[in-house]
């Protein structure tokens, strides 16, 4: 008993604390080499990144700002995973959801707050919940495999989106093609208006609140609901959660369309928050691929994925803001370091699993 | 009515032919990958790589030749790493492969800033035509009928198919499934490179980051929907090369351009869903190998 204990946390530590740890300081190792190969110091980079970040609240909340849609859409592939599922349409799940939000914020105008930007929240979630639900079905309806749909899906969705906006909903002297902007209503406050130290003057908003509120939820959804108990039932194995009862095909859809709902909520802390207030498709792209990467950095753990959305949003603001003290490196390199931490993780994860399982062996 | 006599012009079946050719690259380059069972969706990015890499080299050395030369060792690169996380050390193929594609991204747009200062460079030579089209062109034909005959007719291309079929029976007649395995995913980077190196070379004369643009995404799209045979990848990239050739030419009238878009990823989901026909993956797709005991 006291042995199996120490062997779950051995697990616990080596999978959900060291594996990532030593992913990021590879990649920070590997962007090091890259930064001195152009003739500057690495630490010096990455000092002033830190500072750019930590250094002034202000960094803080521009760091909160780009981190909060990460967490969305890397909810959307984690929550998937959790009934075994993987959704790789985060990206496409965000921009039906994100043209969803933004369609109700422009076109209910004369509701007031807080009615309308709940209910902007409601459509990118269910615009998002469709688009993830699409694949759910036709897994479960006709064997289609999700990781195919999904993909074929995203880019469904680039499409339709360009359509609808540059067709229906743009005003064809804006020149950039986007929406009209959301109504008052539908602002997202910025921080500094709940939390009363916070600064001023950035776009830090209550996004970031809202993602704290469903990473707790969602916990609670998972470990203290019957509908959470299926859905890891499903995960942990499909067969014998059918025998038991439950209905998994119904429970594959649900996941799928709670998961897209969560990457359908990623723009509006662009659209909603201050800023333009408008849904710009190009300043969203590739979020939904990062959030991939956030999400099994997180392992797959609401807390974590917070986590690892803050430091994506480190390396992003801070790619932002360093470009000024070291022009002779492009902002790219954090790009390159995101994709490093994922390669470098599923290898670290696969060597701890084997490491564990022959420990176990020697008893 | 012009645009009906536009879709039969001998112009619009060049243009065809060209947009097809990085896409069949990539579905024959997908179908030796899952042919021994590694979904492979880093083609995307092994296409940017190939087209970065191919016009740096074509620049540096004058030579177009080298240039595509070097296109196939970056996919051939890329194409090792994802190998080694994806069989070696047994990571998630699809995980793998996004990790790959964002890599790409990130390190073409990263180098190009750092070489030239700017995110767009010109090819400055290309290969001779030879009857108004690349000689790339007839190469890839060559390579068609070439893994045809090699998959279906040659021991070594039976026994990548049957890794992706059944790995415990290739293994229990003493063949490597890693190594099979490693020759499928090589293959597919060199055929993916190869495209990429065409499409910045050859077709644009220039390398952009991004360029890519959905390439390898729809060359898996065209491997599904040719029901994962070459000579089906080579039918379907030709007809969403067709469609790609459309958007870029003439205006269907009530046919948005987005429509036409969409066309390759609405194909593939009504092909996986069996309303265009069934179609199926190699049995051991995106499964680990290991070994008992």
């Known amino acids: 008993m006291k042995s199996e204990r120490r062997s779950e946390l051995l697990f616990n530590v080596l999978m959900n604390g060291v594996a990532p740890i030593v992913a990021i300081l590879i990649a920070f190792a590997i962007g090091g080499i890259v930064i001195i190969s152009l003739g500057t110091n690495p630490l010096a980079f990455f000092s002033r990144m830190f500072s750019l970040n930590f250094g002034t609240l202000r960094g803080v909340s521009q760091m909160i700002y780009r981190a909060t849609p990460y967490f969305f859409t890397a909810m959307a592939l984690s929550f998937a995973f959790k009934a075994g599922l993987f959704n790789i349409g985060a990206e496409g799940q965000m921009f039906i959801g994100g043209l969803a939000l933004a369609w109700v914020g422009f076109t209910f105008t004369w509701l007031p707050f807080p009615i309308l930007f709940v209910l902007c929240l409601i459509a990118g979630f269910l615009g998002g919940a469709l688009w993830g639900a699409i694949p759910g079905y036709l897994k479960v309806k006709r064997g289609a495999h999700e990781v195919i749909t999904t993909i074929m899906l995203n880019f469904i969705a680039i499409a339709l989106v360009q359509y609808l906006v540059q067709n229906h909903f743009m005003n064809p002297e804006w020149g950039i093609p986007h929406t009209p902007s959301v109504a008052e209503g ?18 830090a908003n209550i996004m970031f609140l809202v993602a704290i509120i469903l990473a707790g939820l969602t916990l609670v959804l998972l470990n203290r609901t019957k509908l959470g108990y299926e859905i890891r039932a499903t995960g942990l194995n499909p067969n014998s959660a059918e025998y038991a009862g439950i209905n998994i095909s119904s429970r594959t859809v649900m996941t799928m369309a709670i998961s897209g709902g969560f990457a359908g909520m990623a723009t509006a802390n662009f659209i909603l928050g201050p800023g333009s207030h408008y849904f710009l498709k190009s300043e969203y792209g590739g979020i939904g691929f990062s959030g991939i990467a956030v999400g099994l950095l997180g392992r797959n753990n609401p807390l974590g994925i917070i986590l690892a959305a803050i430091l994506f949003g480190f390396l992003e603001n801070g790619a932002l803001g360093v470009q000024l003290y070291f022009p002779n490196v492009p902002r790219q390199i954090v790009e390159i370091m995101q994709a490093i931490i994922l390669i470098v993780l599923v290898i670290v994860l696969e060597l701890a699993r084997k490491f564990l399982k022959r420990l176990q062996k020697r008893g | 009515m012009d645009w ?122 290309s290969l001779p035509k030879f009857l108004g089209l690349s000689p790339v062109i007839y190469v890839t034909v060559a390579i068609f009928f070439l893994s045809g005959f090699f998959l279906y007719r040659t021991r070594l291309g039976l026994r990548l198919r049957a890794t992706g079929e059944h790995m415990a029976a290739v293994d229990s007649v003493g063949i490597s499934v890693t190594k099979m395995r490693y020759i499928g995913v090589l293959i597919s980077g060199a055929l993916a490179g190869l495209g990429g190196g065409y499409l910045a070379i050859e077709q644009a004369n220039f390398f952009t980051k991004g360029m890519s643009a959905g390439r390898g995404y729809i060359g898996l799209a065209s491997m599904i929907f040719g029901k994962w045979t070459p000579w089906g990848a080579a039918g379907a990239a030709s007809l969403f090369g067709f469609s790609q050739a459309l958007q870029f030419r003439i205006s269907i009238p009530f046919v948005p351009d987005e429509f036409l878009q969409m066309l390759p990823y609405l194909i593939t989901i009504a092909v996986l869903v069996g309303a265009v026909g069934r179609a199926t993956p190699p049995a051991e797709d995106g499964n680990h190998f290991i070994k008992e005991g």
């Open chain 2, 4 to 125: 009906i006599l536009e879709i039969f012009a001998v112009s619009t079946l060049l243009a065809t032919i060209r947009m097809a050719l990085p896409i069949s690259l990539a579905a024959l380059g997908g179908l030796f990958s899952e042919s021994t069972g590694v979904i492979n969706i880093a083609l995307e990015g092994i296409i940017l790589m190939g087209a970065f890499a191919g016009t740096i080299v074509t620049n540096a050395t004058g030579s177009p030749l080298l240039g595509l030369l070097m296109a196939i060792a970056a996919g051939l690169g890329m194409a090792l790493i994802h190998a080694i996380a994806s069989v070696t050390f047994k990571a998630n193929h699809i995980i793998s492969g996004v990790a790959l594609n964002l890599f790409a991204t990130g390190a073409t747009f990263f180098l190009a800033l750092v070489i030239t200062g700017g995110s767009q460079i010109s090819v400055e030579n």
């Open chain 1, 186 to 203: 539908a602002y997202a406050p910025s921080l500094d208006k709940i939390i009363p130290w916070f600064p001023s003057g950035t776009r």
